[in-house]
């Protein structure tokens, strides 16, 4: 095994090791090597990916030096590990059959998403070490999740950079149904944004349901209806969801069928349509990723806090708002300064009730925090 040196007088804690701290290495390496990882004095870092073209050279897997191989046996172990304590921990199969097996640095596979929906799992490949183990990933996620279908999926700035393509563009489409809280919802796995659904609102798509009841509920950037949908099965008065992606709400159309539920849904830009002075007792807001870069992060924050203006607005007097942040260059901190400047601009009093973010199938790593990437609030508004 060949060795990657680390500038600094200290050890990363983080499984993540960015260029920067890239010292002498033989140049001979291969992208997706696993490689052993010491600093500048020898002291051992740990058994590790190698990305040299990546932002992210380095991704720790392992932090004995004389552990078993990473091999076929090795991921079968770590992803059987991460799927027990699903089943046994956190009880999922009691309630859905839609859920994460695999959150990157939260289950040691910095690299690797895996969500399962029923008989298919997604496996998001985030770098080049993953997709060669990919044939392991595979066998193990159909031994120990009994799925009959697994969907590949990559981001395509990523396969450019690690130098790898996971599918070929225009592959068949994938379709399942899974069942969430008695609530059923088609997903698209190969071609619906992240793996097809939103697995990481379960939660609060339950604590919805539970404050929706003969209520007016106005859902923005619906998708493909989850928030609408378990409104509607609390039993709302009256669900609206918007959503700007038509094919967003086409699916979202024939979730509400599907569930015999009544929901309208509105093809529509969120801005315009909070424009029109819409108000409602319960208001959703759960945008979509507003900045994949800092550099992006001044007009994000100022979106952000456009729509919270807006959406604050919405809420009835004694009202509700649920609302959210995907953007993982938010902190908990930012989202509630958005909803601050909002509440200023449009003249609201707000309260937050309770903190929000994703449940426990994505556990965060302690020392790798931008694997918790969502985070929300629960606002009273008068």
Known sequence: MRTVLLRGADAPQSPRIYKKRLGRYDQGIRAGEVIAVRMQDGRFVGRAFFSPRSVIAVRILDRDEFGPPIDDEWF???????HDLRQNLMGLDQVT?????????????????????????????????????????????????????IVLRSDPAVEKIEGFRALERGAQPVHTIVSE???????????????????????????LADLAADKTVLDLCCYTGG??????????????????????????????????LDVTFQHADAFEYLRTGVSAQVVVLDPPKLAKRRDEL??????SIDLHTLA???????????????????TADDLEFHIRQGAIHADRSVRVLHRLSQPPDHPVHVHAPEGRYLNGALCHVS
């Open 97 to 149: 059959n839609a859920y994460r097996v695999i959150h990157a640095e939260g289950d040691g596979l910095s690299g690797l998403i895996i969500d399962r929906y029923d008989d298919v799992a997604v496996v998001e490949v985030g770098c080049r070490g993953m997709f060669a183990h990919i044939d392991a990933i595979d066998a193990a996620v159909r031994e120990l999740c009994g799925v009959t279908k």
């Open 227 to 260: 928030f609408s949908l378990a409104a509607a099965a609390g039993g709302a008065a009256a669900v609206i969801g918007v959503d700007l992606d038509e094919d967003a709400i086409a699916q979202a159309e024939k979730n509400a069928l599907l569930n015999e």
């Open 312 to 330: 604050l607005g919405a809420v009835a007097p004694g009202g509700i708002l649920l609302t959210y942040s995907c953007t993982g260059l938010f």
């Open 181 to 207: 809280h008695g609530v059923r919802y088609h997903v698209d796995c190969r071609g619906g944004h992240k793996t097809g659904f939103f697995v990481d609102q379960r939660e609060s798509r339950l604590l």
């Open 298 to 303: 001044p007009r994000a924050r100022q979106k």
């Open 76 to 82: 079968l172990q770590k992803i059987k590990a991460a």
